[in-house]
């Protein structure tokens, strides 16, 4: 891809001759993106991100405050907390598969991480904010996060191995076979996710 300015690809990016300059908010957001190596891609993962903040009713400071999930009540580990959480243990076991076992079952460490960090962008349509609390709104009852954030990133051009991991990051990966990435992210996710809501706990 050949990013100049006038570009519509990727509207909304600053050009220079020597890199694009992703949205402030983006950045300050995830600077898990300086990670992904291939920065094309990384320019298409900082746009899905982009495009999403842009259609919802979310805003960047919200994502730092708002539970990550609305299924466990009175939660407050926020959105970006668990969502960093996710890439930094995703990226950390797929290191690890890379150094015992990579001849084996390699692991693409860009397709992992921009997996990872798109994951749960669809959420920021599926939301809605009410009285100050984020809720299911009624376009995230009729698509899902998995669904809205393969739109997005479809619509920036990232590929369809990044894509899949959106896909198959949630339940809806169980109907399907998942690449090894997408296995690591959908592990990495429901570890930080199902010991709050379905955990063995004792009262202190």
């Known amino acids: 891809m050949d990013f100049k300015p006038g570009n519509n690809y990727l ?7 020597k890199k694009i300059i992703m949205n ?20 298409k993962v900082a746009k899905t991100w982009e495009i999403a903040l842009e259609r919802s009713v979310l805003t960047a400071d919200d ?20 969502k960093r959480a996710v890439v930094h243990i995703a990226k950390d076991a797929g290191n690890k598969v890379n150094d015992f076992m990579g001849k084996d079952l390699p692991v ?4 992992l991480i921009a997996g990872a ?3 749960d962008v669809g959420k920021l349509l599926e939301y ?18 998995p669904f809205s954030g393969v739109a997005l990133a479809e619509e920036c051009g990232v590929p369809a191995e990044v894509c899949h991991i959106i896909a198959a990051h949630a339940g809806e990966g169980d109907m399907i076979k998942r690449t090894t990435e997408a296995y690591i992210v959908h592990h990495s996710d429901f570890m930080t996710f199902l010991p709050f809501k379905n955990g063995l706990h004792f009262d202190k």
């Open 11 to 17: 509207p909304g990016f600053l050009y220079n001759r």
């Open 24 to 43: 402030k908010d983006v950045k300050e957001l995830w600077p898990e993106l300086e990670w992904i190596q291939d920065e094309e891609l990384r320019a």
């Open 63 to 82: 994502l730092q405050t708002i539970p990550f999930t609305l299924l466990v009540p009175d939660l407050e580990v926020t959105f970006m907390a668990h």
């Open 108 to 111: 693409d460490m860009d397709v």
């Open 117 to 119: 960090i798109l994951a």
């Open 128 to 145: 809605e904010m009410i009285d100050g609390k984020a809720v299911q709104g009624r376009y995230g009852k009729y698509l899902r996060h």
